[in-house]
């Protein structure tokens, strides 16, 4: 599935900010300035804008808790639900605009909050992917170690890891190791095994603190008198 390029930004840029929660792709928090938001927004082209403020901030980190919960449900009614409050809180009005040649489609006003912007992308590309029928799209990471959000936005629906933490490549040299590991043990088995059956067979072959197998003892009659064994020589 194909989603146009500003649905696919939104949902990218809704991951990589609900990612910025403590906790969840870093031990601390993604945005602890006003410079690491204005950073952020740079990663993500989201211009023209106004300089980023304390106010801001604040309003753009508390968001990302509203934000998650797209992420923390699998249901389209819930999450459609979700898609229409933000549409609705951010006083969303779209409208198309020309970027040299190249048209795309706004949200809000030009005037708008730097979270209702936010907000309100994120709500349209939510309802793409209710109406689209590709809420499942919206994963969380599968490395055990990692609570970090996705937006799976490949073909075939694969997409398994973030890449907050090279959690993918971590976790394949992982499985590699844990095969690794099987096969040495496996191997170390039967090694044991084929020991023990050749060890077997050798004490089966003799018997514990006797003669060896097949050995007869002669048949002896009682001593001669005076000691001297008898002439056997034959008339």
């Keep these: 599935m194909t989603f146009a390029h500003d649905t696919t930004a939104a949902l990218v840029l809704a991951a990589d900010l609900v990612n910025t929660q403590p906790g969840r792709a870093g031990k601390t928090d993604g945005l602890p300035d006003t410079a690491a938001l204005e950073h952020f927004l740079d990663a993500h082209q989201m211009v023209p804008r106004s300089p980023g403020n304390p106010a801001a901030l604040d309003a753009v980190r508390m968001l990302r808790s509203q934000l998650l919960a797209a992420w923390e449900t699998m249901e389209p009614a819930a999450l459609a639900g979700i ?87 971590r976790q394949h040299v992982a499985a590699y190791r844990a095969r690794q590991t099987r096969e040495a043990n496996t191997a170390n088995v039967a090694r044991l095994d084929r020991t023990g059956v050749r060890s077997g067979v050798a004490a089966r072959g003799r018997r514990r603190d006797g003669p060896p197998r097949g050995w007869r003892q002669p048949s002896q009659g009682p001593p001669p008198a005076g000691g001297r064994t008898p002439w056997c020589g034959g008339t």
């Design 83 to 169: 898609a229409n409050d933000l549409l609705d809180q951010s006083g969303a009005r779209p409208w198309l605009t020309d970027h040299n040649g190249t048209w795309h489609l706004h949200v809000t006003r030009a005037d708008a909050t730097l979270v209702d912007r936010i907000a309100a992308q994120a709500g349209f590309a939510f309802a793409d992917l209710v109406r689209l029928g590709e809420t499942e799209r919206l994963r969380q990471c599968l490395a055990p170690d990692c609570a970090a959000v996705l937006i799976d936005l490949s073909r075939n629906r694969s997409r398994l890891y973030c890449d907050t933490g090279n959690c993918g490549n």
